[in-house]
């Protein structure tokens, strides 16, 4: 009997100490979870911040990129453009998160792109376009949101195509009525040379062959005496004759003469003959009441 209650005493005691033990094993697990919920909870909220600016050069994308894969997300680029003052003004952004989600970003100006800010949060990463201007924000490529800055370069591609298309409208207009003039003047020419040729079938030019009246000639050897006594037979017949500028060679050859001939009837002709060096050609003059001709027979 006394054996037995021992024994019950001894087991009494061994339980606090099972019960204690049991407590403390609890609270170190329950100590050990927490800690661990917050190592998970640190590496959750870990953020990356990058931004792209207009002086970014191609060897800190380049760096960029190897940064983020690193952190085990997915960067690319491409469609980088510069203006003279090593400003990007044009670029393509292609990005993914360690959750698969992924977006493009574009933008093209002719001025230079705002600040691209990104950044990944935890299980998420975003692309704000930060400035004075055109401001564009998307997160999540497969969301749908286009960003400003793109939906700018879009309206300003389709502004120069408007521009373009009405300078050429107008160019086409101008050649258009270049040709229009150039189409009048060629017929008005054309009527000029028909009425012209009209007027000559209505007035014939006649002929020394077509005169009634005895015709004159005058050669290289015409003397002076000559030509003073063909001036006096024109006047016997009311026809004014005379004639100036008279030029001879060492073998006294005419070379150059000016002669005007009045029919005293409203048919007044003058006329040039010889250059002063080489001897006249044969000069055949045919004078009546309507018609003066002077005209070089050879």
């Known amino acids: 009997m006394e054996t037995n209650i ?4 001894q087991n009494l005691s061994f339980f606090p100490v099972l019960v204690l033990f049991s ?18 909870n640190s590496v959750t909220k870990k953020q990356i911040t990058v931004m792209i600016t207009k002086k970014t050069t191609l060897e800190e994308l380049q760096k960029i990129k190897e940064q983020l ?14 203006n003279e003052k090593d400003e990007i003004i044009s670029i393509s952004i292609r990005y993914k998160d360690a959750n698969n989600n992924s977006g493009n970003y574009s933008v093209s100006s002719k001025n230079p792109i705002n600040d691209i800010i990104i950044v ?20 999540q490529g497969n969301t749908g949101r286009v960003p400003n800055d793109t939906e700018k370069s879009h309206m300003d591609r389709r502004e120069a195509m ?11 207009e101008a050649q258009m009525n270049a040709m229009k ?4 003047e060629m017929e008005m020419r054309m009527q000029k040379r028909r009425d012209s ?12 062959m077509d005169f009634t009246g ?9 003397t002076n005496s000559e030509l003073l006594g063909l001036q006096n037979s024109y006047d016997a017949e009311n026809i004014s004759f005379y004639y100036k500028d008279l030029e001879r060679n060492d073998k006294n050859e005419i070379t150059h003469i000016s002669i005007t001939i009045d029919n005293r009837n409203g048919s007044v002709s003058t006329s040039t003959f010889g250059n002063g060096n080489e001897p006249i050609k044969n000069i055949t003059l045919a004078v009546d009441k309507k018609h003066t001709i002077m005209k070089n027979t050879e």
């Open 6 to 9: 021992k024994r019950a005493i």
């Open 23 to 40: 407590f403390l094993l609890l609270s170190f697990s329950t100590k050990r979870a927490f800690t661990t919920t917050l190592e998970n």
């Open 69 to 82: 894969k690193e952190e085990g997300l997915g960067f690319d680029y491409s469609d980088v453009v510069y």
């Open 120 to 139: 990944s949060e935890g299980g998420r990463i975003s692309v704000k376009s930060a400035g004075s201007s055109n401001q564009a924000f998307i997160s």
């Open 162 to 172: 408007r521009q373009k298309s009405e300078q050429m409208q107008k160019e086409m």
């Open 181 to 184: 003039e150039r189409q009048a």
């Open 197 to 208: 040729l009209s007027r000559l079938k209505k007035y014939p030019v006649k002929s020394a």
């Open 214 to 222: 005895p015709s004159r000639l005058i050669t290289k050897n015409t």
